[in-house]
């Protein structure tokens, strides 16, 4: 189909309703426009001069509210922009990917929900578990003012054996990059797996604190920001953050 027999949906939809074309936007990326019967949410797509456009009974053209996305990341990938070889974890942000489990607090997945999504509380790379992306610019303060006093958990895999008196020194007195660092929480979870409650410093020092007292990471997976768990929540998938879920 040529663009010379084609018209943009807002265009069309903006003339069908004599509104604004900003008024168009929003109709249709809230999902209340349908196209032939199927619900199209980019307003730039093109459409033929013969197709049907319908608005939903009712709608209102209103901006689609803000969502925050948790998701769970694999070993491997940066929250932020991609890089070399390493791919961004927004990439995994897509319908596809929503956790089956998961009842969303959106009827509809929209489009929108994936645009400018920010990133925040970062772990690192080689590390797994939950990450935070947010539009809502609330959400996006809370993390960061708050971002010290969010008490993250986290379980790491180590090899190695632990120095004597390496359990107390990993609770209180350790040194990273010439800084004292807050207390922890650090308990075994297991013969090789230890389970990390900190506050005030970011999952990054873990390494070097194990490294401290004889310990190798060969893993590091965040199961918690806050009160907000990744509990179940499969890897590579993600799900919304619920009205009623506080960080």
Known sequence: ???????????????????????????????????DGQVVLVPGTHIGIGQQVRLAPGAKPEPV?????????PAGYTQGDAYGRVPSARSLLTEKNLAAYDAPAPVRVLEHHFAGQLAYLPIPVPGSGLVIYTQD?????????????????IVVGVKGKIAEGGLQRLCHGLIADRQPLPPAKVSWQNEDHLRFAIKGFWPDKIEAMCAAVGLQVVSLRRLRVGRVSMAKLPQGQWRYLLPWEKF
């Open 65 to 73: 509210p803000p969502v925050t996305l948790l998701l769970h990341k």
């Open 1 to 35: 189909m040529s663009q010379t027999e084609s018209v943009r949906l807002s265009k069309r939809l903006a003339e069908q309703q004599n509104c604004s074309r900003r008024e168009a936007e929003l109709y249709i990326e809230a999902g209340h426009v349908q196209v």
């Open 137 to 153: 610019p609330r959400i996006a303060r809370k993390l960061e003012e708050d971002a010290y006093a969010l008490e993250q958990e």
